[in-house]
């Protein structure tokens, strides 16, 4: 290997222990609670800024090509920084905001668009002519040197940790308690990751030897993928579409679609004159794909239905982005086959050239306010309620908290402010989203929950209202997230002249009715079985609870004591 394509190792291994304990910084913050750890957007960004800059640089730096790497590097790197305090933003108010799900959305469109962006940035530097070939050369070099890489680490930390184990298990802990310091553990395996990329990207002949393997694996089942999807195909005339949509047909579509379009680009790699199959297996090949547009077709229709049924979701987004990405590719490959025919390559290797670009922008628009799938998902949401598509009562309010983040948040506050008056339940059930509920907690203050109480006559008596609280508070918090009415029916129960109380909660999928009754000026409670459970009951009873039409009726059979044991004739 000549030394112009040599990576310069004392560089590589300086930024290793940079982002080694740039890490550490980090990571210490969150253990240690200080800043940046209570300023998630502060914090997104500096762990996109110390995971984009050392893998880009690591990958791409090589001898007499530093600084035009930089170039392009460094601007990369803080545009990273600058999506990432967006996306930490969006968990904000972080006692409130859940960012599990935004938390992986980010890593995985970032670790796209770092995977495109080095391969276009090894291309520039190298002064070839691009081509997709060279840019699938560059793509599998740096994804199998980079999970060797980490491999190596982690072989690396599991011999670590042998050797600590094995000085503790003679009571010699100091190599134990120094491998599992932070302080050690960070700047070690971040060099051990520095180290490997080193041996890797100096063994790239054998890199490329396992992807002409790969491309030799896949070559056999690009046939059998085309022949099962030209099948299926050809049996949806039979069946309809009925059927696939009742098992999340555009899903699998979209799969089938993107595992050939994968495996084209895998075996159609090298000079566009040069075919890997025999010219009638070549023609069976590109007819397949030219068929991939009516896959795009069926999976529209199907997105577009659900989307119409049901208004937009997060799943719902990806889904149409990732529908449109690969239409696109379809639809290119299918003009370069109507073109040229067996000769389509020529067209394939522009279109993957180009293509690369535009999901590069995609990844990075996807976390950018441009392209905020939580706020198009708010928006779309709020307009069926607004529409009356869908009541008050079934409106998802725990998807806003789970999977919206700072957007849903938002927007459940504004619910409730509108429904302040006219829906004291709903705003009980946000607030009790919101709560915390190891402290026992409900989100809602006595005086909030009391007045979302409907009583059929009268007043709450205080002491009542307080011992209702403090039994809700005690009890399961979560199921006030399922809360739909709440009510409170006085009635004589064992006719003594002193009222008892009916509490009766509504939920999504249940209901529970509890007797509030006096004993020594302490309010005690008693359950109700539920054995009415079918629909025409419910209606019935809730009917009824409105209206405050309920009467006590004496059982047909006294119960009957034994040795203290009450039994119960039905």
């Given amino acids: 290997m000549s030394e112009k394509t040599q990576s310069p190792a004392k560089l590589l291994i300086l930024i290793s222990l940079i982002q080694g304990f740039i890490l550490l ?6 253990e240690l609670k200080f800043w940046p750890n209570s300023s998630p957007q502060w914090l997104f960004s500096f762990y996109s800024m110390a995971f984009v800059g050392p893998i880009m640089l690591l990958l791409g730096l090589k001898t007499n090509q530093e600084v035009a790497v930089v170039k392009w590097a460094l601007p990369f790197t803080i545009i990273a920084g600058l999506l990432g305090y967006y996306v930490g933003y969006q968990s904000t108010p972080i006692a409130h905001v859940k960012y599990d799900a935004l938390l992986f959305a980010f890593i995985t469109t970032m670790g796209i668009a770092v995977f495109k962006a080095l391969i276009y940035v090894q291309q520039f530097v190298s002064g070839e002519k691009f081509s997709y070939s060279h840019l699938f050369r560059w793509s599998w070099r740096n994804f199998l040197t980079l999970v060797l890489a980490l491999l190596f680490a982690a072989c690396f930390w599991g011999v670590l940790m042998l050797w600590a184990g094995l000085f503790k298990a003679i009571k010699i802990n100091f190599f134990y308690d120094l491998f599992t310091e932070c302080w050690f553990y960070y700047p070690a395996v971040a060099l051990a990751n520095g180290f490997g990329v080193i041996i890797f990207r100096n063994l790239s002949q054998v890199i490329d030897t396992i992807t002409r393997l790969q491309q030799a694996l896949m070559k056999f089942l690009l046939v059998i993928l085309v022949l099962v999807s030209i099948l299926f195909l050809c049996t949806l005339p039979l069946t309809g579409l009925a059927p696939l949509w009742e098992s999340g047909g555009s899903g699998l579509i979209l799969w089938m679609q993107a595992i050939i379009l994968f495996f084209i680009n895998a075996v159609y790699q090298d000079d566009p004159d040069m075919r890997p199959y025999h010219l009638w297996l070549h023609r069976f090949i590109y007819c397949g794909a030219a068929l991939l ?16 049924q049901y208004g937009w979701s997060i799943e719902r987004c990806w889904a149409m982005l990732t529908w449109l990405l690969l239409a696109l590719f379809s639809i290119g490959y299918w003009v370069g086959i109507i073109r040229y025919r067996d000769n389509w390559l020529r067209q394939l290797s522009k279109v993957n050239v180009s293509m ?3 999901v590069l922008a995609v990844m990075l628009l996807v976390n950018s306010p441009v392209l905020d799938f939580r706020k198009i998902v708010v928006n779309s949401q709020l307009q069926r309620l607004e529409n009356k598509k869908i009541l008050i009562d079934d409106f998802d309010i725990n998807y806003f908290r789970e999977h919206l983040a700072r957007p849903g948040y938002l927007a459940l506050e504004d619910l409730k402010a509108k429904y302040a008056k006219s829906n004291l339940e709903l ?3 946000i607030n009790s989203l919101y709560s915390d509920k190891k402290n026992n907690a409900i989100g809602s203050s006595k005086q909030e929950f009391i007045a979302a109480v409907k009583i059929s006559s009268g007043v709450i008596p205080d002491d009542l209202a307080t011992a209702i609280y403090i039994n809700i508070s005690s009890k399961n918090k979560w199921e006030l997230e399922s809360i739909k009415r709440y009510y409170l029916m006085p009635l004589d129960m064992n006719s003594d002249g ?7 909660k509504e939920m999504t999928n249940d209901t529970s009715i509890d007797l509030y009754f006096l004993e020594n000026a302490k309010w005690l409670t008693a359950g109700f079985s539920n054995s009415e459970k079918n629909q025409d009951f419910k209606s019935i009873f809730f009917d009824a609870v409105a ?12 119960d009957l004591m034994i040795g203290g044991y009450r039994l119960h004739a039905d």
């Fill in 25 to 30: 910084f980090l990571h210490q913050a969150i």
């Fill in 293 to 308: 547009p009516i896959y795009s077709a069926i999976s529209f229709y199907g997105l577009s239905l659900r989307v119409d």
């Fill in 356 to 358: 690369g670009l535009v």
């Fill in 427 to 429: 705003v009980v059930r």
């Fill in 498 to 504: 002193q009222l008892e109380y009916l509490f009766v």
């Fill in 547 to 558: 209206a405050g039409k309920f009467e006590i009726a004496k059982p047909a059979w006294q």
